[in-house]
């Protein structure tokens, strides 16, 4: 089993970054341990390039992910924690599989379409491209499991797609990549805005009181909760009777998602009660579970040293597992080097 997965470098990592992605690499590290597999984790600082940015910040922001993801559990002995731009072997992998993918293929990418939206010509070329450099992060290290959620499932085909087409045409009868397969976490909790339980909670959102940051503090998590949106009715006593109540079903989400339990199981305890008995027991959970990352997190992101030196070990360890098949890649493609 090799599980590789990677997060784009934002900054102001919040609580649906954290119940997205972020605790689902931490759980499934322990699970490679247990098979006897290796986990491979990265910031994709090269995608963050796609789309217009400041340099600055996706420095800043790559070494603010790293301290997160150790702050968060993310083991950097057990597992190879690194950013892509110090393993050059997945920009030359993307070159060698852009004689692979198909123009068509790319053209049907809903990501592309979303985020080049109507400017589809002012658009950059890496974002077109995104998918490719997407598969060859994964082909490099030959993954066998690659955990992502729902909305990346797509680009997920797309490399099984691109392996397939390449271990047919230049296999030559064996199998140079390993086809990946998807891990989408079944309840994936979507966490909405505290403000409006229609909106995604986002860094990007103007309001800080939509969201629950890493950064935030005991009293700051209180408070937010406290003034998050709701509704004056009681919670009901099973999952079908939010429906229509977006608040009180982002709020129940929460608890679940940081308790470990079912929505169901929340409301067999929470059902007939207020807001005012639901909400200082949502924050109690949040401030339990948050302070020990919340802690961490204020300590690692001032370490400058110890965050570099963690990439730098990371790169290394990526750099010797990427060489075997990046150079048979070479070597299936007919290139003398
Ligand atoms: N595109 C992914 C996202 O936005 C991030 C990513 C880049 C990724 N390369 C990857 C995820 C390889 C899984 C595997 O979420």
Not at 18 to 29: D, K, S
Not at 90 to 113: C, D, I, V
Not at 294 to 302: E, G, I, M, S
């Amino acid at each position: 089993m090799r599980i590789v997965s990677g997060i784009q470098p934002t900054g102001n990592l919040h609580l649906g970054n954290y119940l997205g992605a972020i605790r689902n690499w931490v759980a499934m590290q322990d699970d490679v341990a247990a098979k006897g597999g290796q986990g491979l984790y990265f910031l994709a600082d090269l995608h963050a390039i796609s789309m217009p940015h400041i340099p600055a910040d996706l420095a800043a922001n790559t070494r603010e992910m790293v301290a997160a993801l150790v702050a968060c559990g993310i083991d950097p002995a057990r597992s190879i924690l690194f950013n892509q731009a110090q393993v050059p072997a997945h920009a030359e992998l993307q070159w060698l599989l852009s004689g692979t993918a198909r123009m068509g293929w790319l053209s049907r990418m809903t990501q592309f379409k979303d985020k080049s939206g109507k400017n589809r010509e002012g658009a950059s070329i890496a974002l077109f491209t995104y998918p490719v450099l997407q598969a060859a992060d994964v082909l490099l290290y030959q993954a066998t499991h690659v955990p992502v959620g729902e909305d990346q499932k797509q680009h997920l085909e797309l490399a099984r797609d691109i392996a397939q087409k390449f271990n047919t045409d230049f296999g030559g009868g064996s199998d140079v990549f390993t086809l990946p397969e998807p891990i989408i976490p079944p309840e994936a909790a979507r966490i909405m805005s505290l403000r409006d339980g229609a909106a995604k909670m986002s860094k990007s959102d103007p309001s800080d009181m939509s969201r629950i940051n890493l950064t935030d503090n005991a009293d700051t998590i209180m408070a937010k909760v406290k003034k998050a949106k709701s509704d004056p009715e009681p919670l009901p006593s099973e999952p079908a009777g939010l429906a229509g109540r977006a608040e009180a079903k982002n709020l129940v989400g929460i608890y679940a998602a940081m308790a470990g339990i079912s929505p169901a199981a929340v409301l067999s305890e929470f059902g007939g009660k207020g807001f005012g008995a639901f909400k200082p027991a949502l924050a109690e959970l949040l401030v339990a579970k948050l302070a020990p990352i919340n802690a961490r997190f204020a300590d690692l992101r001032q370490d400058r040293a110890a965050l570099d030196a963690i990439l730098r070990s990371g790169a290394e360890r990526a750099r010797t597992l990427a060489a075997p098949t990046l150079t048979a890649a070479y070597e299936a493609l007919g290139l003398v080097r």
